[in-house]
């Protein structure tokens, strides 16, 4: 990331905006009638919370083939129309709670896509994979006492 370190704040989003532009089908682009994610990127560390929840909504391969086919996208908040613009999502949950049971992987994905942290109750249990997941996403997991 060094090469970008010398742009602005706003340099560095018209660089995003030019990236999502090219990734993104032209009619995710274009189309305010499909599902989408508003993004807010302002500095690096919204950059990797952005990176992250896009891999996390590429492990299911529903909402992977549904981005592919131009049917889930993402809008940058903010922008005016014409640049990444299609519809908005519901707020996200601050956490996503387990009272019981085992908590899995796809338990860990779903958060990370949510952009949530994991709240576990006294009859959760994480499996070790799920355990692994949340360390390559990023997802903040509380064991209540």
């Keep these: ?3 970008l370190s010398g742009l ?12 999502l532009r090219e990734v993104l089908p032209a009619d995710v682009v274009a189309d305010p ?7 807010t990127i302002a500095s690096d560390a919204d950059l990797t919370a952005f990176v992250r929840r896009v891999a ?4 299911d391969d529903r909402v992977r083939a549904a981005m592919q ?7 940058l908040a903010g922008t005016s129309p014409g640049l990444v613009t299609v519809a908005a999502q519901p707020p996200r949950p601050a956490e996503l ?9 796809r338990t ?3 958060a990370a896509a949510e952009g949530a942290r994991l709240v576990l109750g006294r009859g ?9 997941k949340a360390r390559s996403l990023g997802v903040e997991i509380e064991k209540e006492r």
């Excluded at 602005?8 to 990236?19: I, K, M, P, T």
């Excluded at 996390?56 to 492990?59: F, K, M, N, Q, R």
């Excluded at 709670?97 to 992987?105: C, D, F, I, M, S």
């Excluded at 959760?124 to 692994?132: H, I, N």
């Design 124 to 132: 959760a249990v994480l499996t070790p994979l799920a355990r692994d």
């Design 33 to 39: 009638g499909t599902r989408s994610h508003d993004v």
């Design 1 to 3: 990331m060094s090469g």
């Design 97 to 105: 709670r387990v009272e019981r049971g085992a908590v899995t992987e």
């Design 8 to 19: 602005s704040a706003e340099e560095l989003r018209a660089a995003v905006r030019a990236v």
């Design 108 to 110: 860990v994905i779903k």
């Design 56 to 59: 996390a909504l590429c492990e």
């Design 69 to 75: 086919a131009g049917e889930h996208g993402f809008r």
